[in-house]
């Protein structure tokens, strides 16, 4: 019996029609396994993977494949995005075995849990050196049931070495000067100066990275960090991975020069870049940064927002082809030149053709192009015209069969969009998203968060998810509340805050060392309690954690908030000069410690010339307190008040404080140096 009916995950829920026997992750699942004396398959995905919608139409849909599964094994279905520490510790197993990971992750396992055969994706038939799946599958069932005793000793084996593994965390003090600059010289020798970005292809948006470099350039004066942020933004921005008409970015580029993206949408990739788009504008002036981080605010509220105030998780990649009735990957977003024709007419087409480099050869499959903006000064053409032409083309898209999307709210995610959005919308003056930000932070809170200030991970239509959240649920939601409250000025919002790391303190934070764990101590125990400082897709709960805590200590005051963001931090002393890719949040909140924050608070209303100008500051991490004078609901605006009747803004740094001023330019000069 398939046991997926019912589940909040969109990903399970794909699979609720199979003749594999599902199970979710529950205890039950392990009991029957033992109960039959038969090995778990568990295999883990999200649903806008591709490969993963591969696997399951050739294996997973096939009766014969099924039978056979449901006849050896008790089989259980993950969504990686509802239990990331499910996928985290198994990921783990699977990279040590194999030297590499991905999704589809199927992973074989004793009714113990403990892992013992590893893999990604297998196909029905033998191919490119690969076995097949039901190779495996058998190869797996006749070592169970023929060497039992060898198939224990590699489990327990595995799970030893995992239990052994032990992260270097650097060292008790903070990154300094040394430790930056070591950094970025490793960033720079893995730049990519002819077309962007960092390493070669598959080429993913190096979001975190670019934030670092721009707090690195706003601290230091570092050009060459600036140089690299601006021309890597850039070139995604003109490339395929950027959607051309109707904003956002892929997850990644197949290819060095951003053309071909792996066409999936996921809403964390889009909140980090829409911030760090808005980050560059602040910093110099952009008008494409601007365009940028606009559009992709809109596409998130367009297309991610749903009836509930939240953001769904993800667009797939995969969409029906109109011409072939099959579900293609990059269908909707892909054009020849005679789709071009049909909706522009031949003077319109030729010009799009040439504008967005959609060529009779195509630049993605079967003659189809992604659009892209090859040539920054190669077209000169009317903006009015080219805006027609963009419209046209997108009414016209919208007629295509859309991606399929993933209704599923990511406490975490949510917590990042929350903050884009109100920093964009306060920057370029659009209260439309500041207040989608705020309906996205009430329902975390209605919703997600329980009397205890306890999250959920997830929820779906409104009913919240079984799972409990992890720690980069808890850091970025806060990252998100910390956000609001600086553009509102609502107390509230720093309140809340300090709920979620309060709660961080009290069941992830290791009391001896200072490390953060990514499961809370009272969470489900696994073979292994997950604990991962990397920063990759998403900022690690580790790094996410001490950017919140060091934030609301700084608008607070709380020595112990303090003290465990400056501990967390050691990590990034360790792993800075080694893997600075894989640190780029930690690194970004080192700039912040280093820098102090400041602390700005600004009597005098909200959105006013003052407020506006503290929030514009490039000082890396500075935090921003707003009220009226007398005001209680911020801490930092305590014992302060105008200045001969106007408002005032005090700036303090390090446990000192400037003289107020009442002078816009004086205050963003002592928020750029």
């Not at 953001?311 to 071009?340: C, I, M, N, R």
Request: proline content about 5%; aromatic content about 8%.
């Amino acid at each position: 019996m398939n046991r997926l009916a019912g589940v909040t995950s969109p990903y399970l829920l794909q699979h609720a029609d199979n003749p594999v026997d599902w199970w979710p992750w529950e205890p039950e699942a392990f009991e029957e396994a033992r109960r039959r004396d038969v090995p778990v398959l568990l295999s883990v995905g999200y649903s806008a993977c591709h490969w993963c919608h591969v696997m399951a139409h050739e294996s997973f849909e096939d009766a014969g494949t099924a039978a056979f599964l449901n006849a050896h094994f008790v089989n259980v279905k993950v969504d990686r995005e509802e239990r990331p520490d499910i996928d985290a510790v198994y990921m783990e197993a699977v990279q040590a075995a194999t030297g590499q990971g991905g999704w589809p992750m199927t992973v074989f396992l004793t009714p113990d849990a403990e892992p013992f055969y590893f893999g990604t994706y297998f196909p029905p038939e033998p191919r490119h050196g690969m076995p097949s799946f039901q190779q495996v599958a058998d190869g797996v069932r006749r070592a169970w049931e023929d060497r039992r005793d060898e198939v224990a000793e590699v489990a327990g084996k595995i799970v030893r070495d995992l239990a052994d593994r032990q992260l270097a965390f650097g060292a008790d003090e903070l990154p300094g000067e040394d430790e930056l600059a070591q950094a970025l010289l490793g960033l720079t020798r893995d730049y990519d100066a002819s077309r962007g970005g960092f390493g070669g292809a598959p080429k993913f948006p190096p979001s975190m990275v670019v934030e670092f470099l721009l707090r690195h350039y706003a601290r230091t004066g570092s050009e060459g960090a600036l140089q690299m942020a601006a021309d890597t933004c850039e070139r995604m921005a003109r490339g395929g991975i950027y959607d051309q008409l109707g904003g956002g970015f892929a997850r990644y580029s197949v290819d060095r020069e951003w053309v071909v993206p792996h066409f999936e949408k996921m809403l964390y990739d889009n909140a980090l870049l829409c911030r760090v788009y808005a980050h560059l504008w602040r910093a110099t002036g952009s008008d494409l940064a601007r365009r940028v981080a606009l559009e992709t605010a809109d596409f998130m509220v367009r297309e991610l927002r749903t009836s509930e105030g939240g953001f769904a998780s993800a667009l797939d990649a995969d969409s029906e082809d109109a011409a072939s009735g099959k579900h293609v990957e990059g269908a909707y977003y892909v054009w020849t030149p005679e789709q071009l024709r049909e909706v522009l007419g031949d003077a319109d087409a030729e010009l799009a053709a040439t504008y967005f480099g959609v060529t009779e050869e195509g630049t993605f499959e079967e003659g189809a192009s992604v659009l892209q903006l090859p040539d920054a000064g190669g077209v000169v053409a009317d903006a009015a015209r080219i805006s027609s032409i963009r419209e046209r083309l997108l009414a016209a898209r919208s007629e295509r069969p859309a991606p399929g999307r993933d209704d599923k709210i990511v406490a975490a995610w949510n917590g990042l969009a929350v903050a884009a959005l109100a920093e964009v919308g306060t920057y370029f003056d659009r209260p439309d998203l500041v207040a989608a930000a705020v309906g996205a932070g009430d329902l975390l809170v209605r919703l997600h968060m329980d009397d205890r200030a306890r999250l959920s991970r997830t929820s779906k239509d409104g009913q919240v998810g079984a799972n409990a959240g992890v720690l980069e649920d808890y850091a970025d939601v806060a990252e998100g509340f910390l956000a609001l409250a600086s553009v509102t000025g609502e107390g509230v919002w720093l309140e809340f805050a300090g709920f979620l790391l309060d709660h961080v303190l009290g069941q992830f934070v290791d009391a001896e060392s200072g490390s953060l764990y990514d499961t809370a101590a009272d969470a489900e125990q696994l073979i292994r309690r997950p604990q991962d400082p990397t920063d990759n897709a998403v900022p690690s709960g580790w790094t996410a954690a001490a950017g919140a805590l060091l934030s609301y200590a700084a608008q607070t005051g709380a020595e112990p908030h303090r003290l465990a963001a400056e501990r967390a931090l050691g990590v990034v002393k360790g792993l800075a000069p080694r893997a600075p890719r894989f640190i780029g949040h930690g690194l970004a909140v080192a700039e912040a410690a280093l820098d102090g924050p400041r602390e700005v608070a600004v009597i005098g209303s909200v959105g006013g010339e003052l407020h506006r100008t503290a929030l514009l500051g490039t000082a890396p991490g500075a935090v921003v307190s707003v009220g009226p004078e007398g005001g209680d609901e911020l801490p930092l605006l305590a014992g302060r008040g105008m200045v001969g009747g106007l408002p005032a803004a005090y700036v303090c740094r390090r446990f000192v404080c400037d003289a107020p001023t009442v002078d816009a330019g004086e205050l963003a000069a002592k928020l750029s140096v």
